[in-house]
């Protein structure tokens, strides 16, 4: 009886993670996440290999307390503090902490008396997520950018115009005999205002595609930005497969970006484009005798030359872009598109 009470109020030491599992368990629980159990004194009672590695720890640290151990700022010790505190009525998901220059995600587990956590390094899902958050900040600043634009257009332009054409009907309804040939001005008006408009709207969508087809749009751009510009165009098609609507958008895009890139920064005389479509894509290349660039340098230029524009529509698209420019001897983008995944089942 003495020996069963002595064996009652023994305290129990803290056991090396060694020898409380067989071996094969410990190999099992070494190649898993970062793993550690606390007691209530948030003292360690077992830890994995993966967390001895991840947070480079060589010495024994059963019975140390896990806050001497690893290092957090005080917001975050006391988070995990509370986190703890809670666990005893629930698990506790999503927590995260920062240890150095990385970031850990983790679970809270109670077993009676003691904590059973599951870490994880979750920096690069942090990274991934801020860049997220930040494209689409981009594209929000874009829209409202895009939203600003079209409203000068309207109301700088077509509103100013429409507004010169009322004036023009007014003076002609208060005296049709003395002021017969204000109709006939605000008629002429209201045609540049409605060229005005199919400028706007052919900016945001070339009806021109749907109408005509991306081949005499081409044509159609070649002459109103490269000719206009004293640039000569030589156009080459190769149509063989229809080519979907959504690959010709994007087609017309990239064109109009690239024709507005040699006119506003290039100086060519000439210009060479060709366009191929076979049973799986599109191959567009557009060549130029332009004063051509350093890739390097431009893209440290906040407009790129539109050149991310090109190259987000195409990476987009699974397709690929080749761009080669030396100064002085000009540019050529060679750039595929593959059609829609369905597309290409129906040509085979």
Same mark, same amino acid.
């Given at each position: 009886?003495?020996?069963?009470?002595?064996?009652?109020?023994?305290?129990?030491?803290?056991?090396?993670?060694?020898?409380?599992?067989?071996?094969?368990?410990?190999?099992?629980?070494?190649?898993?996440?970062?793993?550690?159990?606390?007691?209530?004194?948030?003292?360690? #009672?077992?830890?994995?290999?993966?967390?001895?590695?991840?947070?480079?720890?060589?010495?024994?640290?059963?019975?140390?307390?896990?806050?001497?151990?690893?290092?957090?700022?005080?917001?975050?010790?006391?988070?995990?503090?509370?986190?703890?505190?809670?666990?005893?009525?629930?698990?506790? #998901?999503?927590?995260?902490?920062?240890?150095?220059?990385?970031?850990?995600?983790?679970?809270?587990?109670?077993?009676?008396?003691?904590?059973?956590?599951?870490?994880?390094?979750?920096?690069?899902?942090?990274?991934?997520?801020?860049?997220?958050?930040?494209?689409?900040?981009?594209?929000?600043?874009?829209?409202?950018?895009?939203?600003?634009?079209?409203?000068?257009?309207?109301?700088?332009?077509?509103?100013?115009?429409? *507004?010169?054409?009322?004036?023009?009907?007014?003076?002609?309804?208060?005296?049709?005999?003395?002021?017969?040939?204000?109709?006939?001005?605000?008629?002429?008006?209201?045609?540049?205002?409605?060229?005005?408009?199919?400028?706007?709207?052919?900016? *945001?969508?070339?009806?021109?595609?749907?109408?005509?087809? *991306?081949?005499?749009?081409?044509?159609?751009?070649?002459?109103?930005?490269?000719?206009?510009?004293?640039?000569?165009?030589?156009?080459?098609?190769?149509?063989?497969?229809?080519?979907?609507?959504?690959?010709?958008?994007?087609?017309?895009?990239?064109?109009?970006?690239?024709?507005?890139?040699?006119?506003?920064?290039?100086?060519?005389?000439?210009?060479?484009?060709?366009?191929?479509?076979?049973?799986?894509?599109?191959?567009?290349?557009?060549?130029?005798?332009?004063?051509?660039?350093?890739?390097?340098?431009?893209?440290?230029?906040?407009?790129?030359?539109?050149?991310?524009?090109?190259?987000?529509?195409?990476?987009?698209?699974?397709?690929?872009?080749?761009?080669?420019?030396?100064?002085?001897?000009?540019?050529?983008?060679?750039?595929?598109?593959?059609?829609?995944?369905?597309?290409?089942?129906?040509?085979?």
């Amino acid at each position: 009886m003495k020996t069963s009470d002595k064996r009652k109020t023994k305290k129990q030491k803290p056991s090396d993670s060694s020898t409380d599992f067989p071996e094969y368990l410990k190999l099992i629980l070494s190649s898993l996440s970062p793993i550690i159990t606390l007691d209530n004194l948030n003292k360690i #009672h077992y830890a994995n290999d993966s967390f001895l590695s991840e947070f480079h720890i060589k010495e024994k640290c059963i019975g140390t307390d896990l806050f001497q151990l690893v290092k957090m700022s005080k917001k975050n010790r006391e988070a995990f503090i509370s986190n703890l505190a809670k666990s005893e009525k629930n698990t506790v #998901h999503n927590c995260e902490f920062s240890y150095k220059n990385k970031i850990f995600g983790y679970s809270i587990y109670s077993f009676g008396e003691e904590k059973g956590i599951v870490l994880r390094d979750i920096t690069d899902k942090k990274k991934l997520e801020r860049k997220v958050q930040s494209l689409h900040s981009s594209i929000l600043n874009l829209q409202e950018k895009e939203r600003q634009k079209l409203a000068r257009e309207l109301h700088d332009g077509v509103g100013q115009t429409i *507004l010169a054409a009322k004036m023009n009907f007014q003076s002609f309804t208060k005296d049709p005999v003395k002021n017969k040939d204000k109709f006939t001005n605000g008629l002429n008006i209201i045609d540049r205002a409605s060229q005005e408009l199919r400028e706007i709207y052919t900016g *945001l969508y070339p009806s021109s595609l749907r109408e005509l087809g *991306l081949e005499a749009t081409i044509r159609w751009m070649a002459k109103e930005i490269l000719e206009i510009a004293n640039c000569k165009s030589e156009l080459t098609f190769h149509i063989k497969k229809r080519i979907d609507n959504e690959t010709g958008v994007n087609i017309f895009r990239i064109v109009q970006e690239i024709f507005t890139n040699i006119t506003k920064h290039s100086g060519a005389t000439k210009t060479n484009l060709l366009l191929e479509s076979g049973s799986k894509g599109v191959k567009l290349v557009i060549e130029d005798n332009g004063k051509g660039f350093d890739e390097e340098k431009v893209r440290l230029v906040s407009s790129g030359f539109g050149l991310e524009n090109i190259r987000r529509r195409v990476e987009d698209r699974g397709g690929d872009m080749d761009l080669s420019s030396e100064v002085q001897r000009g540019t050529v983008y060679k750039i595929r598109l593959p059609f829609p995944a369905s597309r290409v089942k129906e040509n085979e």
